[in-house]
């Protein structure tokens, strides 16, 4: 009974970390894709391929964009978040 019970733990212990982890790529994700949003209103010319796939260089129009305090603010919010979570 007591293996049966450690093991369900360790069941539930392990898939729980799992889905964290599965959480935490998907928040990441977001978070990403929440930054470089900002970078494309701006007019962000993206030298990643996913940002380029995602967003497009159609409309870019520079490397520097300029961003109001409010949008910095932003973008910072999300780096911590990023750094937080351990996001690449």
Same mark, same amino acid.
């Given at each position: 009974? !007591?293996? %049966?019970? =450690?093991?369900? =733990?360790? +069941? &539930? @212990?392990? @898939? &729980?970390?799992? @889905?964290? &982890?599965?959480?935490?790529a998907k928040d990441?994700?977001?978070? *990403? /894709?929440? $930054? !470089? %949003? =900002? $970078?494309? +209103? *701006?007019?962000?010319?993206?030298?990643?391929?996913? +940002?380029?796939? *995602?967003?497009? !260089?159609?409309?870019?129009?520079?490397?520097k964009p300029k &961003? @109001?305090?409010?949008?910095?603010? *932003?973008? /910072?919010? =999300?780096?911590?978040?990023?750094?937080?979570? !351990?996001?690449?």
């Open positions: 009974m !007591n293996k %049966l019970f =450690i093991g369900l =733990i360790t +069941a &539930f @212990s392990m @898939s &729980f970390g799992v @889905s964290a &982890f599965a959480d935490n990441c994700e977001k978070l *990403k /894709d929440e $930054y !470089n %949003l =900002i $970078y494309a +209103a *701006k007019g962000f010319c993206f030298k990643d391929a996913d +940002a380029k796939a *995602k967003f497009g !260089n159609e409309n870019c129009n520079t490397t &961003f @109001s305090e409010k949008e910095q603010q *932003k973008l /910072d919010s =999300i780096k911590a978040r990023q750094k937080e979570l !351990n996001c690449k």
